[in-house]
């Protein structure tokens, strides 16, 4: 702030004459209320409203860590003068005597400090309005020896401010109340919170605080209503995901006690809290708070924790079975065994984590709480099933297993037959290379289906929202009435909307800021033919349709009575994760020669392309620029002006001052809570009508009056258009909304379109700009990034544990795998779950978060191929064969490679209710499926024939 704040200081000598006001202001998040009350009445007007609301305004403000309080709507109340120019021809006197008189009869200052003896007193000079009464004797000017006095020459009204915006509110068909679907009167307060501090306990302190107000401040026949509580979403999130994690440790726990025994279970279970909780301790020391993105992280680790303490469980019970004679040897033996697997793959899940950390632009933020607390849990899971796992599964297993040989090296019989049966045909050379050729053909048709897009991508999905925004925007130069007719209008439809709780309107002034708003500027909206509808929702629990699909459903209704006044009516929902200018936003540029008109109809050019590319999907084209109007231009006449002693300048001054009022001071009125101002404008019908503009009159060199009409003239023509720049140049953006269909495939369609076609001379479009594609591709881009360099790091980690540069290809195979599964369930979950909303496809994308289930999978396979590999050569080196090896070792891995696979299903299981991270567990479920099939088919298959004939030489080297 302070360099942005020095480079404007510094270039001040360069800013042309008239341009003045610089005004820099930060806008963070904590800008945006956390909370907004909406006071409504059917019975008080808005001005009542406002002063009820300042009331409650100055009480609330008091909360403990609120920021910052605001008002929305309501008139203030004020003392209007309204000149009568008729009146004042005839007085002789004119605006500028009148401003002049009240400017210096309505001032108070200290004048100075007098002793006297041993007392001194401060001098206050001068006089204050205290009321309406006291302007009325206000003497004006002496004409003829007479006063005129201000109630000669105008009209004095203590009233309300005039009209200059509308907000309404109305009860929807979910609030089940009485006076649904009647407009009422309204005024919101809307309340920030302090950088820092917990926005479920501010809100709450709010909301509760105002209930108190009720009877008091509020009377009984106004309503208040909660239309935000970001502290209550927050806290109904956490806890949704928190009995996601407590669902899904009992399942995982329910899962081992049932295939493994109560014992193991526990022993396993008791892993899961002293992770967490570790993991919990560090993110506090360093000051990280518990967030969505924390949780998540914590259930996605939650199949990773308990993956070690399973292996070395299963493992130990395993020698516990072969001899339990001496249970402290046959528990060390049991993870000795696995401890570098078991090592060496934790690292490769903390590799495929870590570089998520970092990922640039705003997805950064998003992704930093996974990047930490995955390899976080991972690490304290690896910690406890090295210390006081091993222990005690000792204490708990010894004497408590069925003792077996070493013959059949602990393992259930009915499991080597499986996977006896299983893996013999494989070890034969025609059907290994079938298997092979199964393997290359699913992982090309598995790519095919993302590259003719039966899978649709996206970079983060919907989420199931109580709220809803419509933005709309009248051709400039329409008044607030006409804007008001049609917001009237659909508020009436939604009134009518099953889900609808409330709807609350605000037409010529922005509507609370919200995180979607504040990148999208929605705070500037305030000019007549703009309007913001906020619609609350009823609670997901009780509607059958998610809100995206509820915004379909109203769609072409809401268009079709935009249409009918030429309105654009953009349905807006808050995003899941960073907002962005419009889902697809195209920049359109020309070269040096090219006028910003060219640049427009290229813009024009584009739009029509997009809606012959696809009318349906492609919706709310709008190029952001104004539709051209009409204005009215006061052309004065300089010389005569100046023969009049006037200029350009005094005579904009006046016409300001009498259309848009003169606000000359404040009225010290006692006992409210809001200075009241003294404002002095023509009546509104005087003011709207030129005639009576040019009849204003102005004091001249000779002091006569004379009509302004005289001095120039009024013209009407069309308004220029404003010039918008990115980088310093000059930019037109045209924005849509993709329905149904993923972003990406737009924009590649359209690119293929546009390049067949001649476009206008030096035209040129951006598709990397302010919309979503452009976070899309710089997410992706950095994710497959992040996934090279975490297939770089595990494979380094391979090589240095293996001492060979061969081996971990081999046990890297199975990470390409996972595609086999994710593809074709993403696939078929759109052909079984995929809906249509009146007309407009509902697909399930795959998305940003997919693609983080995809990394954690790489590094989760990798834990399973290293340890059965580790068992395979052990196997060999003790003296058997290659293809018994190969045979036991999977037969002796097959259950806590199942068991680890089950447990990650069942912690990502309650992730898939979810609509932002539903796309990290199907990917983990799917890619988990097929992955570990394969790993225990495809990683020994490849190993026989890569190693056959080569056991008696490695036998001979050990």
Not at 56 to 75: K, M, Q
Not at 640 to 666: D, E, M, P
Request: net charge neutral.
């Amino acid at each position: 702030m302070v360099k942005i704040r020095d480079k404007i200081e510094a270039h001040g000598d360069i800013v042309p004459p008239g341009v003045a006001g610089w005004l820099v202001k930060p806008v963070e998040i904590d800008d945006v209320p956390i909370v907004t009350l909406t006071l409504s009445s059917s019975e008080l007007d808005a001005a009542e409203l406002r002063r009820i609301a300042e009331e409650a305004e100055a009480r609330l403000s008091s909360v403990r860590d609120i920021f910052r309080t605001e008002i929305h709507g309501g008139y203030r109340r004020e003392i209007r003068i309204e000149i009568d120019q008729d009146k004042m021809m005839a007085l002789g006197v004119c605006f500028v005597d009148v401003h002049n008189a009240l400017a210096g009869n309505n001032f108070l200052g200290t004048a100075g400090t007098i002793r006297s003896g041993e007392k001194s007193f401060a001098v206050l000079a001068g006089s204050q309005i205290k009321s309406a009464k006291d302007l009325e004797m206000l003497p004006i000017k002496t004409v003829d020896s007479k006063h005129v006095y201000l109630k000669d020459a105008a009209n004095i009204y203590d009233t309300s401010e005039e009209p200059e915006f509308y907000h309404h509110s109305l009860y929807g068909a979910a609030s089940n109340v009485e006076n649904q679907g009647k407009r009422m009167q309204a005024v919101t307060l809307s309340f920030s919170k302090k950088k820092g501090t917990n926005a479920v306990k501010v809100a709450q302190e709010v909301i509760a605080e105002a209930e108190k107000l009720k009877g008091k401040v509020i009377p009984g026949n106004v309503d208040l209503i909660v239309t935000r509580n970001y502290g209550a979403t927050a806290d109904e999130k956490v806890n949704e995901l928190l009995s996601s994690l407590f669902f899904a440790i009992l399942t995982v726990v329910a899962l081992l006690a049932f295939t493994m025994g109560w014992r193991p279970a526990l022993v396993v279970g008791l892993s899961v809290p002293a992770s967490f909780s570790l993991a919990l301790f560090v993110n506090l020391v360093f000051g990280y708070t518990i967030n969505r993105v924390t949780l998540f992280a914590l259930i996605l680790s939650l199949g990773l924790v308990v993956d070690d303490p399973i292996t070395n469980v299963d493992n130990i019970e395993r020698h516990l079975r072969m001899d339990d004679k001496d249970p402290i040897k046959s528990t060390l033996r049991g993870v000795d065994e696995v401890i570098v697997p078991v090592i060496i793959s934790t690292l490769a899940i903390i590799a495929s984590f870590t570089p998520m950390f970092f990922i640039t632009g705003m997805m950064g933020p998003y992704m930093g709480p996974m990047a930490i607390n995955v390899p976080l849990t991972v690490t304290f899971s690896t910690v406890c099933a090295l210390t006081f796992v091993p222990w005690l599964a000792m204490n708990l297993l010894k004497n408590k297993t069925n003792v077996g040989s070493e013959a059949d090296n602990g393992v259930s019989p009915w499991v080597k037959k499986l996977y006896h049966a299983i893996i013999s045909p494989l070890l034969k050379k025609r059907n290994a290379i079938l298997l092979i050729v199964v393997i290359i053909l699913l992982l090309l048709g598995s790519v095919m289906l993302m590259i003719f897009r039966k899978v649709p991508l996206k970079m983060l999905p919907f989420d199931n929202k109580d709220e809803l925004q419509i933005v709309l925007d009248l051709p400039e130069g329409v008044n607030l009435e006409e804007t008001d007719r049609a917001v009237s209008e659909i508020e009436a439809y939604l009134a009518r909307i099953n889900e609808v709780k409330t709807v609350q309107s605000y037409v010529g002034i922005p509507a609370p800021i919200d995180f979607n708003g504040m990148v999208r500027h929605y705070n500037l909206r305030q000019a007549p033919n703009n309007a913001d509808i906020r619609i609350n929702l009823a609670h997901k629990s009780k509607r059958t349709q998610q809100s995206h699909a509820i915004a379909m459903r109203i769609r072409k209704d809401i268009t079709a009575i935009a249409d009918k006044y030429k309105a654009i009516a953009s349905i807006v929902e808050l995003p899941p994760g960073p907002p962005v200018f419009s889902t697809l936003t195209v920049e359109v540029y020309g070269d040096e020669d090219n006028t910003y008109d060219e640049i427009l109809k290229g813009a024009e050019f584009l739009q029509e392309q997009l809606k012959e590319e696809d009318s349906v999907h492609i919706v709310q084209i709008d190029n952001m620029n104004e539709t051209p109007h009409t204005r009215m231009v006061f052309t004065p006449d300089i010389q005569k002006a100046a023969l009049h002693g006037h200029s350009a300048k005094t005579l904009f001054s006046l016409l300001a001052q009498t259309i848009n009022g003169s606000k000359i001071g404040f009225a010290h009125i006692d006992n409210e809570r809001a200075a009241v101002l003294i404002n002095m404008r023509m009546p509104r019908s005087d003011r709207n009508d030129p005639n009576r503009l040019a009849a204003i009159t102005i004091r001249d060199r000779m002091g006569n009056l004379i009509p302004l009409g005289e001095l120039g003239k009024f013209e009407f023509d069309k308004t220029e258009q404003i010039i918008q720049h990115k980088n310093l140049k000059p930019v037109v953006f045209v924005t849509a909304e993709c329905v149904g269909r993923p972003p990406a495939e737009i924009v590649f369609d359209m690119q293929q379109r546009l390049s067949k076609l001649k476009l206008p001379r030096g035209i040129k479009y951006e598709w990397a700009g302010e919309g979503e594609w452009e976070i899309t591709v710089r997410v992706f881009r950095d994710l497959g990034i992040a996934f090279g360099v975490a297939m770089l790091g595990i494979y380094l980690l391979l090589v240095v544990q293996m001492s060979n540069f061969t081996m971990p290809i081999l046990i890297m195979s199975s990470i390409p795998l996972v595609i086999i599964g994710i593809a074709p369930g993403f696939y078929l979950l759109n052909l079984v779950s995929a809906g249509i909303v009146d007309g407009y496809p509902d697909p399930i994308f795959f998305t940003a978060t997919g693609m983080i289930g995809m990394i954690a999978l790489g590094g989760i396979v990798i834990r399973n191929s290293v340890v059965l590999i580790e068992f395979i050569q052990e196997s060999v080196k003790k003296g058997s064969s290659l293809e018994d090896a190969i045979k036991e070792s999977g037969a002796i891995r097959f259950r806590p490679i199942m068991l680890t696979a089950a447990t990650t299903l069942l912690g990502a299981w309650p992730i898939t209710l979810d609509p932002i991270f539903s796309g990290l567990a199907w990917a983990l479920i799917f890619g988990l499926i097929s992955s570990t099939l394969f790993t225990m088919l495809v990683v020994p298959t490849i190993y026989y024939f890569t190693h056959k004939g080569r056991e008696v030489t490695n036998i001979k080297e050990s």
